[in-house]
Each structure stands twice: as C-alpha cells, then as structure tokens.
Nanobody, 122 residues
Framework: VQLQASGGGLVQAGDSLRLSCAAS????????MGWFRQAPGKEREFVAA????????DYGDSVKGRFSISRDGAKNTVYLHMKRLNPEDTALYYC????????????????WGQGTLVTVSS
C-alpha cells in the first residue's frame, strides 16, 4: 500500500483547508484510513480515522467539531476537511492505513504517507 498526502500549505487563523490522501490499493474495503499530525518537539497526535465504508469515523479531542474526514471510493482517496484552523494546528500531517477496526494509536497503523505540512499563522 502506498499513500500520497497532499494539500498542505500556509493559511491564516480561521481559514479552512482540505488535505487529500491518495492510496494505491485497488480494493479498500477492509482498511481503516487515519490522519495523524506531529508538531515540532511534540509527539505524533491522532487527528481522525474512518472505516472505508464511511459509516464510522473517530476524531481526536482537539479537532472535534472543526475537522471532518471523508473518503471517495472511486478515487481511492481520503480527505481531511479542516475548518477554523488555529496556530496550534500547525504540524506535519500524515495519512496512514491499517486493516481491521478504528484505532487512534499510531502504532496500530502499518502504512504511512510522507506527510504534508500545514502552517497556520496568527
């Protein structure tokens, strides 16, 4: 499985941004896709995850109500929709995949993308 994250950039506080993660597998039905982020000097943090069916998703406490995760099965792509961004959201955002159920633990994910940088200025 290869994952390609994109969509990061420099935005201002209060702006919105959408990240994309394109996956190379043909059949995604057994996978869970997740987003994690890591700010300088901090540990990797769970952001969101979604079962590929799209029926079940989970979010980290710091992004609940502002971020949403979705997927497009036809494009094998998962999206992270981010609203009301603030400087604390500045981080390198990674997409990841695993087989099985939802998990907010980075060690549970087997495949990782390269990361896309989101910088939020105040």
């Amino acid at each position: 499985v290869q994952l390609q994250a994109s969509g990061g950039g420099l935005v201002q506080a209060g702006d919105s941004l959408r990240l994309s993660c394109a996956a190379s597998v043909r059949t995604f039905s057994n996978y869970v896709m997740g987003w994690f982020r890591q700010a300088p000097g901090k540990e990797r943090e769970f952001v969101a995850a979604i079962v590929w069916s799209g029926r079940v998703a989970d979010y980290g406490d710091s992004v609940k109500g502002r971020f949403s995760i979705s997927r497009d099965g036809a494009k094998n792509t998962v999206y992270l929709h981010m609203k009301r961004l603030n400087p604390e959201d500045t981080a390198l955002y990674y997409c990841a995949a695993r087989e099985g159920g939802l998990s907010d633990q980075s060690r549970a994910y087997v495949w990782w993308g390269q990361g896309t940088l989101v910088t939020v200025s105040s």
